[in-house]
């Protein structure tokens, strides 16, 4: 027992998640073996979990090109610390997204096709093409931050690259805004493009993505830093800096609801075949609940209300609240979006489907795999913060402490 005390508790969280990981790794061979057979999916339901966190992975990780932009295009200086945490969570996420289409290809083995058969006609190719670049270009901006561990002090060649890598950090956020805002909207395109499902053809889904990562991905990236101060106890990024980002994230928020909300409600002006009934299970029917309350209320407007009171109270809480509800939203709308195609036949007369409609419900090897997924980013995350000594941060001193929505200290 006494060994045990003196073990930190990190050690304890990193042997949980370990433990996760074990059971999603069984979970992973299983599908490997025996095929998507062991899955929830089916031909009338080939999207479902994996595609859901492929999306917010890549929704929540936009933080990362938002926040650069406004450091190095707008000259922002007081961003660097939070544009430092940024791309170390898009880069997790872009790997998250990377290791859910492993999986739900279906033949891992042929992953490097789209590389090197260009199909130019294809918004997959694109996203695809997009995502690798733009993986390659945070990499570079999180190399300068993994050549100052210690052990790699020796390396002075690497430190000379990486030296040279920080100097265009500017010209690496103009490329990753051009890559980024390209498959973030295209990732909306590529289901705006479904002609075959009524839900998804039309052209807002572009807009509707971009938009709604940019508010996501910089809510996410403050709630991360708020958790790791707190744990830390330490100050990475001032407060006036993520109170100020989730401002600007609550503004994109109130745009993309407005957004949403209109194309959402537009259809119950006319009757187009497949969209009207989908729209009606939407907000009426089986995903009325998770609609209204998760995405439009929790995750949209009491998140916005949050977001802009924390920074007029200087409240952490509704910081830390309004941040977690925005990346609750968007994992929402990714569900919605995905599994609503999927609620309508493609045709009844003549019915081309058998039956109409599939229900789908994710069996447990999709949410070991996601868990496992989910356990590794969030390991190498918690290693980041806890060895890079770029997020070393510095004491906060007590009487700095900001107060919670009550007036009381933190």
Known sequence: MTALRRISPFWFWVAFLLAVISVGLVALFLIFTQGLGVTG??????????????????????????????????????????????????????????????????????????????????????????ITLYFSVLLLEVFPMVVELPFLAKFKALHNFAHRIHHFAPILAIIGLGLSLLHQSSLGGTYGVVIGRAALFRSTMPLLFIVSAVAAGMAFTVHLT??????????????????????????????????RFWDTTAGTY????????????????????????????????????????????????????????????????????????????????????????????????????????VAILTLIFSLGMRYFPAYKGEEIPAAATPPLADGSPS
């Open 270 to 373: 006319g009757y187009v075949p497949g969209r009207t009934e989908a729209e009606n299970v939407l907000t009426a029917g089986t995903f009325a609940v998770s609609f209204w309350v998760w995405e439009m209320m929790l995750g949209g407007v009491v998140a916005a209300v949050l977001l802009i009171r924390a920074r007029m109270q200087k409240s952490v809480l509704q910081l830390l609240v309004g941040s977690g509800l925005v990346m609750s939203g968007l994992i929402a709308n990714r569900w919605h979006t995905t599994l609503l195609a999927f609620t309508e036949p493609l045709t009844e007369h003549p019915a081309v489907t058998d039956p109409l409609v599939t229900h789908y419900t994710p069996a447990w090897t999709e949410w070991a795999t996601v868990a496992m997924v």
């Open 41 to 130: 999916l089916s031909d009338g339901v080939p999207w479902g979990l994996w595609i859901t966190l492929d999306l917010s992975c890549i929704g929540l990780g936009a933080g990362a090109f938002s926040i650069s932009a406004i450091t190095y295009l707008l000259g922002q200086e007081a961003y660097k610390p939070l544009a430092r945490i940024a791309v170390f969570v898009g880069l997790l996420g872009y790997s998250g997204a990377l290791l859910a289409l492993v999986m739900d290809i279906g033949r891992p083995d042929r992953f490097w096709h789209g590389w090197v058969f260009w199909n130019t006609h294809s918004m997959l190719w694109e996203v695809t093409m997009c």
């Open 226 to 259: 708020l958790i790791v101060q707190w744990i830390k106890g330490r100050e990475l990024v001032p407060m006036s800096v993520l109170f100020e980002a989730g401002q600007i994230a609550a503004a994109v928020l109130l745009l993309y609801l407005y957004m």
